[in-house]
């Protein structure tokens, strides 16, 4: 039988019939009571007291509280209400709460055989809690100074005294993030998952590393389950929007950005990300808008800064996103993506010099960069500068041989300057390595062709561009693909 929820009924049958559903296990039905009773009298203490209990049954720990403590406001004078409350706060680890509880409670003389069985238990709890906090803040002043050999071999001892508490694991798993072990860090974050299931940002931590290790849907799971556990916290949604957002789930990551605005309008983090992914969805004026409003609230945000200037320079307004780059190199002069987009800007506006410059520098701030020896070789080649573009493209292909494009550009530069067969053998390493195919099958082709080599030469072209017949009394005809 499902109990349905009639709200005119009296408070008092109510109570009855949810109490009923609970004796009898239907715990859903019960709670649907109990919250219905809530709605109408929010600090009815016994509703509250048995939302707590029913909590307390799902492991939501956090939220046992909540109710606990609004029951004991109401009623103050029973003694399961004090003791259900300190019960929780000692689940969650809140000895500090735990004893404020105690004291509160003894001031409406609450003294029973019960309470001060727990106080005991509170007592002894604490002192244990008291021994490990010492450790414990200097196991976390170690991890946030980046100490990570000190804080791994302290964060271990931890959990070998402590092993039912979180923090060690928690530290582990963050020192682990940081040098990079990924699947390392998610064996510790797991584990402290397992030890404290109800800590959101336990949960969050775990949802953050199996994000990165590519696991989304997994990690959106761990958001959520951190969601509903602090639902007031801007941040979750924020967390699940990035996670949502990551997995290609636009429409809800959006809502739950937007969720996080309206927790926290000046929340940068997310005003920056939902621009993004505004920016994603082609909603050019209302990402715009987010940027805007993030630099007015911290105008010295780098990312949403640079952001904001890909936005411009994608709607084609190139001298505002060139402002907004050089703001960048003005907080960071170098900011080497800064001077990369920079060089790309001055290419386009005709301001070569600058652009020659930008490319230089970033090369100077970055020489193991391909990236930044490409634009320069592309720079130098669009202006006939065939010596420097080939040193740079050159430069480029030293830094990773399979680098396609590389081998495709470096091979035009020989061919113009007649140096064929070096054009043809890093067109045979283009071919080879795959991309750009047509392109490179015609270069292919013009090399051989140049050498003499026209039927090997015409081959190619036919791969390239279609099909070509060669008829030795009435010449070369060349047909489309689409034409045979």
């Given at each position: 039988?499902?109990?349905?929820?009639?709200?005119?009924?009296?408070?008092?049958?109510?109570?009855?019939?949810?109490?009923?559903?609970?004796?009898?296990?239907?715990?859903?039905?019960?709670?649907?009571?109990?919250?219905?009773?809530?709605?109408?009298?929010?600090?009815?203490?016994?509703?509250?007291?048995?939302?707590?209990?029913?909590?307390i049954s799902k492991k939501k720990y956090h939220k046992a509280?909540?109710?606990?403590?609004?029951?004991?406001?109401?009623?103050?004078?029973?003694?399961?209400?004090?003791?259900?409350?300190?019960?929780?706060?000692?689940?969650?680890?809140?000895?500090?709460?735990?004893?404020?509880?105690?004291?509160?409670?003894?001031?409406?003389?609450?003294?029973?055989?019960?309470?001060?069985?727990?106080?005991?238990?509170?007592?002894?709890?604490?002192?244990?809690?008291?021994?490990?906090?010492?450790?414990?803040?200097?196991?976390?002043?170690?991890?946030?100074?980046?100490?990570?050999?000190?804080?791994?071999?302290?964060?271990?001892?931890?959990?070998?005294?402590?092993?039912?508490?979180?923090?060690?694991?928690?530290?582990?798993?963050?020192?682990?993030?940081?040098?990079?072990?990924?699947?390392?860090?998610?064996?510790?974050?797991?584990?402290?998952?397992?030890?404290?299931?109800?800590?959101?940002?336990?949960?969050?931590?775990?949802?953050?590393?199996?994000?990165?290790?590519?696991?989304?849907?997994?990690?959106?799971?761990?958001?959520?389950?951190?969601?509903?556990?602090?639902?007031?916290?801007?941040?979750?949604?924020?967390?699940?929007?990035?996670?949502?957002?990551?997995?290609?789930?636009?429409?809800?990551?959006?809502?739950?950005?937007?969720?996080?605005?309206?927790?926290?309008?000046?929340?940068?983090?997310?005003?920056?990300?939902?621009?993004?992914?505004?920016?994603?969805?082609?909603?050019?004026?209302?990402?715009?808008?987010?940027?805007?409003?993030?630099?007015?609230?911290?105008?010295?945000?780098?990312?949403?800064?640079?952001?904001?200037?890909?936005?411009?320079?994608?709607?084609?307004?190139?001298?505002?996103?060139?402002?907004?780059?050089?703001?960048?190199?003005?907080?960071?002069?170098?900011?080497?993506?800064?001077?990369?987009?920079?060089?790309?800007?001055?290419?386009?506006?005709?301001?070569?010099?600058?652009?020659?410059?930008?490319?230089?520098?970033?090369?100077?701030?970055?020489?193991?960069?391909?990236?930044?020896?490409?634009?320069?070789?592309?720079?130098?080649?669009?202006?006939?500068?065939?010596?420097?573009?080939?040193?740079?493209?050159?430069?480029?292909?030293?830094?990773?041989?399979?680098?396609?494009?590389?081998?495709?550009?470096?091979?035009?530069?020989?061919?113009?300057?007649?140096?064929?067969?070096?054009?043809?053998?890093?067109?045979?390493?283009?071919?080879?390595?795959?991309?750009?195919?047509?392109?490179?099958l015609k270069g292919i082709g013009r090399v051989l062709l140049?050498?003499?080599?026209h039927k090997e030469g015409l081959a190619y072209s036919r791969?390239?561009?279609?099909?070509?017949?060669?008829?030795?009394?009435?010449?070369?005809?060349?047909?489309?693909?689409?034409?045979?």
């Amino acid at each position: 039988m499902c109990f349905g929820v009639d709200l005119k009924i009296p408070i008092d049958q109510a109570l009855k019939r949810a109490l009923e559903a609970h004796r009898e296990g239907k715990i859903d039905d019960a709670e649907k009571l109990y919250k219905a009773i809530l709605s109408t009298y929010p600090m009815h203490a016994d509703a509250n007291h048995n939302l707590g209990v029913i909590q307390i049954s799902k492991k939501k720990y956090h939220k046992a509280v909540g109710y606990f403590e609004k029951a004991v406001q109401e009623n103050s004078s029973f003694d399961q209400f004090w003791i259900s409350l300190v019960e929780a706060l000692l689940l969650i680890d809140r000895f500090d709460l735990a004893k404020e509880a105690l004291a509160r409670a003894s001031e409406f003389k609450i003294d029973t055989k019960k309470f001060r069985e727990l106080g005991d238990r509170v007592l002894k709890r604490s002192q244990r809690n008291d021994e490990s906090l010492s450790l414990a803040k200097v196991l976390i002043q170690r991890f946030q100074n980046g100490e990570f050999a000190e804080a791994e071999r302290l964060a271990r001892s931890f959990t070998t005294q402590y092993p039912k508490q979180h923090l060690g694991w928690t530290v582990l798993g963050g020192v682990m993030k940081g040098i990079g072990k990924l699947s390392d860090s998610l064996t510790y974050c797991e584990r402290a998952a397992e030890v404290e299931p109800t800590d959101p940002n336990v949960q969050s931590n775990l949802g953050t590393v199996l994000r990165e290790l590519g696991k989304l849907g997994e990690a959106s799971k761990r958001f959520r389950l951190a969601l509903e556990l602090d639902p007031g916290e801007a941040s979750r949604h924020a967390d699940l929007a990035s996670s949502l957002e990551a997995n290609g789930e636009l429409e809800e990551a959006r809502e739950h950005y937007e969720h996080a605005l309206k927790i926290s309008p000046d929340y940068v983090e997310a005003l920056g990300n939902i621009a993004v992914l505004l920016q994603r969805q082609r909603k050019f004026i209302d990402a715009e808008a987010r940027y805007l409003r993030a630099l007015t609230i911290k105008p010295d945000y780098i990312l949403v800064r640079f952001n904001y200037g890909i936005l411009l320079e994608e709607l084609e307004r190139f001298g505002e996103a060139e402002a907004e780059f050089k703001k960048i190199l003005s907080q960071q002069a170098n900011h080497f993506e800064a001077l990369l987009k920079l060089g790309s800007l001055s290419q386009k506006l005709g301001k070569i010099s600058q652009a020659e410059t930008h490319f230089k520098e970033a090369v100077k701030l970055n020489s193991s960069s391909l990236i930044a020896y490409a634009r320069l070789g592309s720079l130098h080649k669009e202006f006939g500068r065939l010596e420097e573009a080939k040193f740079c493209y050159g430069k480029a292909i030293e830094i990773d041989s399979n680098f396609t494009a590389g081998h495709n550009n470096i091979a035009v530069i020989y061919q113009e300057l007649g140096m064929l067969d070096d054009a043809l053998e890093h067109y045979r390493v283009a071919e080879k390595l795959g991309g750009y195919r047509s392109e490179v099958l015609k270069g292919i082709g013009r090399v051989l062709l140049a050498k003499g080599l026209h039927k090997e030469g015409l081959a190619y072209s036919r791969r390239a561009s279609g099909s070509v017949i060669f008829n030795l009394k009435h010449g070369i005809d060349f047909k489309k693909a689409e034409a045979e």
